[in-house]
């Protein structure tokens, strides 16, 4: 399987996603999740590349800490 991120996209204001941002949800799938060596330094390059973290980071369980980006 292969995953392509789309790192020249362009923030459209108060646009919104079919599958996340609506009442009515469509099946389809909502985002991948990444396991990472250090979410520290992954959130220290987000940062410096200008990339938006829309949610976290935050523990989700007794074991695992998340951040979210669109």
Known sequence: ????????????????????????KLPGMTHPAFIVDDL????????????????GPHHIGPRRIALFIR
């Open 40 to 55: 520290k330094a992954l959130q220290h390059w987000l940062e410096a590349q200008g990339i938006l973290i829309t949610e």
């Open 1 to 24: 399987m292969h995953t392509n991120l789309i790192f020249n996209g362009v923030r459209v204001p108060r646009a919104r996603n079919a599958l996340l941002d609506v009442p009515l």
